[in-house]
């Protein structure tokens, strides 16, 4: 290849402004995204968990409205609104978790990892994935069991039971012990997990 090639095809790939070499320094351990069909379908429950998120966050913010208006417009406070924002927050908290631990939004230690040499960097990777699959089992096994105990307590400004609540924690860790076994899976076969909103 002529040096001018070379060039050329190096202008092609850097980013305004951004040498390849900085690039590459940036991102030294590049995998192919995971496109397997487990890959496919944790994709599909993160997007589609995002999306019920931002529809009850929509909901919690018309439910705080309406209270609002209802108090200080009407004088007449409806008691159900403040219940169904709250119940609603567990459930967005809970969705919110879980897509960030299949979309790698949570905070970590990321630049420790990345200066370790790539088989050890591998095994500390998949433990880091398997601890947090154990948190998200033991986080659904509690929370089923308080679930099951609080199934039959009423709220009383819904009309449903206070179970309700910690099903939040169910969804939640089922979803994250999902997420992390692709995480796994995915470094296990050198590939890397793309983000859904991607």
Known sequence: MTLAARSA???????????????????PH???????LYSRICAFLSKYSLMLAVVMLIAIIVCVQYQVVGRYVFNDTPT???GLALQLVLYVTALGVAVGVRDAGHIGL??????????????????I????AAFGA??????????????????PMLHIPVGADYLALVVAG??????????????LRGEEVVPAWN
């Open 129 to 132: 994935h398997a601890l947090v």
């Open 138 to 155: 033991i986080m659904a096994s509690s929370g089923w069991t308080w679930t099951v105990l609080k199934w039959t307590d009423m709220k």
């Open 80 to 82: 159900w609104a403040e």
């Open 9 to 27: 095809e190096q202008d092609a790939t850097d980013i305004p402004g951004v040498p390849l070499q900085l690039m590459e320094l940036e991102n």
């Open 30 to 36: 590049q995998r192919p995204p995971a496109r397997h």
């Open 174 to 187: 089922v979803l994250i012990v999902l997420f992390s076994i692709e995480h796994i899976v995915a470094l």
């Open 110 to 127: 990321e630049s420790l990892v990345s200066l370790l040499p790539e088989s050890l960097r591998l095994k500390v990777e998949v433990l």
